[in-house]
């Protein structure tokens, strides 16, 4: 109980330092600022855990952090791919106000100008240490990109993150390698790295040339150079030393969290973990081999639930948990075959990733885009209890500056609002729309429990093989979300004035 009204008055102080010199004040103050967690997972989705009512997989981990804290039902990844998705949580904008922040090569240049507001940024500046472990996907660089075998920058280090351990891309994207803040973990410099996503370099065999090397076939594209006997997306050559060993990547991950957790301890922090599960190649470590019985897809979903008690456990053993903010999410919607032969289809039985919402990654559906978000507030605010709220991740940046004490972001923030009363569960209400974003740009509109899907001459299923309905028709969508929640019964004829209504209110949104 005393430490529960601690908690409270240390929020409500936060909150209530409305005049000018807020920010220095909460600086001089005394009080420690919650620590922040934040284990951002990828491709996983809405119907993946169990606490999400997943009867086939049972994730006892992440079920606990929803025991202990506010489970969202109705929350939002910005877009149905990773690279805008993270951009907008990082940025607190919609990704398709930037040019080419669609799912990024291996080699891209960094795609957040550095001159940015940006969450880690706005952390930083409310006295906290930042750093990102695990999966980035947003580029690294300058206008040439990546210079591998050297400094790389500018990159994480350069929008605001103190500390990074980057899986630069994805697992299937070369480079294979970790990037350690400024340079790649292990290279020999004897050893040189090349990384080309045109065309062929070194002679490292390819999965097109050499598929009888492959320890998992491919079933869309992925047939450029095997590293540990998967062929990846683009070619790389050289860094030997440097390569990572794909059933080890989550504990790799782990570690160098716990490491950044035990080394702040004592300051405030905020740790984004990124983690590669559930992502392709899924490749389970020994311990969750063939323990699900849903084959890869399902044993790295145990692998992910065994990362969020390995950090759970840490901040406990630290005495940190009391004053640690815990937030659980994924970066957009679930797909089975995501282009390996992980006999992801197969094995999958009864057990439903998306929950039975349309569509999956990549779409304009919901299931593109409705993600699991679970906040465990420290001493127990929320504990236990569902949110029905309407909540985007690109509100967490407003949200957080505000619980900081950071009372105003600068303007070049246009979509991120403050929603802390929505995050702590005081507010039943939420957002009142989003836009959501498909693999081809800016389409759909939710507003309340309507739901309003722009026109597009696009194809029906997504193209390389999926088997993912985009949600593209030549004719506007409406759905009503509330008594349609799989988006079936397309209303749009019959409600004109309301598709009206609502692609204005679209229209006035892209042109901010
Ligand atoms: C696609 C890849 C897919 C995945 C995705 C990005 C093919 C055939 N498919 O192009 O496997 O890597 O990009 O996923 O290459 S995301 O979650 O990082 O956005
Ligand atoms: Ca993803």
């Not at 350069?158 to 697992?171: M, N, V």
């Not at 919402?357 to 209890?385: D, E, F, M, Q, V």
């Amino acid at each position: 109980m005393k430490s529960t009204i601690k908690f409270i008055f240390v929020l409500c102080f936060f909150l209530s330092c409305k005049d000018k010199s807020s920010e220095e004040k909460i600086a001089k103050s005394k009080i420690k600022k919650p620590n922040i967690v934040f284990i951002y997972t990828d491709d996983l989705g809405y119907g993946d855990v169990s606490a999400y009512g997943a009867t086939e997989i049972k994730t006892p981990a992440i079920d606990k952090l929803a025991s202990e804290g506010i489970l969202f039902k109705n929350a939002y990844a910005t877009a149905a791919t990773c690279t805008p998705s993270r951009y907008s949580l990082l940025t607190g904008n919609y990704a398709w106000r930037k040019k080419g922040t669609g799912v990024a090569k291996g080699d891209e240049s960094l795609l957040i100008d550095t001159k940015r507001t940006t969450l880690p940024g706005v952390l930083q500046k409310a006295g906290y240490l930042t750093g990102i472990v695990g999966k980035w996907h947003l580029g690294l660089g300058d206008e040439n990109g990546p210079n591998w075998n050297g400094k790389i920058s500018p990159g994480p280090l350069e929008i605001g993150f103190d500390y990074s351990y980057l899986i630069p891309a994805t697992g299937d994207r070369v480079p294979c390698v970790f990037v350690e803040n400024h340079h790649i973990v292990n290279l020999d410099p004897k050893d040189p790295i090349t990384v080309n996503y045109t065309e062929k370099v070194g002679d490292w065999p390819t999965g097109k040339e050499n598929p009888e090397l492959l320890r998992m076939k491919t079933s869309q594209g992925h047939n450029n150079t095997i590293v540990n006997g998967i062929s990846r997306i683009g070619y790389m050559t050289g860094g030997k030393t440097a390569l990572w060993d794909d059933e080890t990547i989550p504990m790799e991950l782990v570690d160098k969290s716990k490491k950044f957790i035990n080394s702040n301890k004592n300051q405030p922090f905020f740790l984004l973990l990124s983690t590669h599960d559930i992502h392709v190649p899924r490749i389970a470590n020994k311990m969750f081999q063939g323990k699900s019985g849903l084959g890869p897809r399902g044993d790295v979903i145990l692998q992910l639930d065994w990362t969020v008690n390995e950090i759970v456990k840490t901040l406990k053993e630290q005495n940190l948990l009391d004053n640690t903010i815990i937030v659980f999410s994924s970066d957009n919607g679930p797909v089975v075959d995501d282009g390996y032969q992980d006999q992801a289809r197969e094995l999958l039985g009864n057990h439903k990733p998306t929950a039975g919402l349309r569509g999956g990654k990549y779409s304009a559906y919901n299931g593109g885009t409705k993600i699991p978000l679970i906040i465990r507030w420290p001493n127990g605010k929320g504990k236990g209890t569902v949110s029905n709220a309407l909540v985007s991740q690109v509100d967490f940046l407003s949200s957080f500056a505000a619980l900081t004490g950071i009372e105003k972001v600068k303007n070049d923030v246009i979509d991120s609002k403050n929603t802390l009363d929505v995050l702590l569960g005081d507010n039943k209400i939420g957002r009142t729309a989003i836009v959501q974003e498909s693999f081809m740009g800016p389409v759909s509109y939710l507003e309340g429990d309507w739901k309003y899907i722009e026109p597009l001459d696009g194809p029906k299923l997504v193209p390389w093989g999926p088997i993912i309905e985009t949600g593209f028709q030549t004719e506007p969508q409406l759905y009503h979300l509330k008594e349609d929640i799989n988006e079936q019964n397309n209303l749009a004829s019959k409600y004109p004035e309301k598709v009206k209504d609502l692609r204005e209110k679209l229209f006035n949104i892209k042109k901010n």
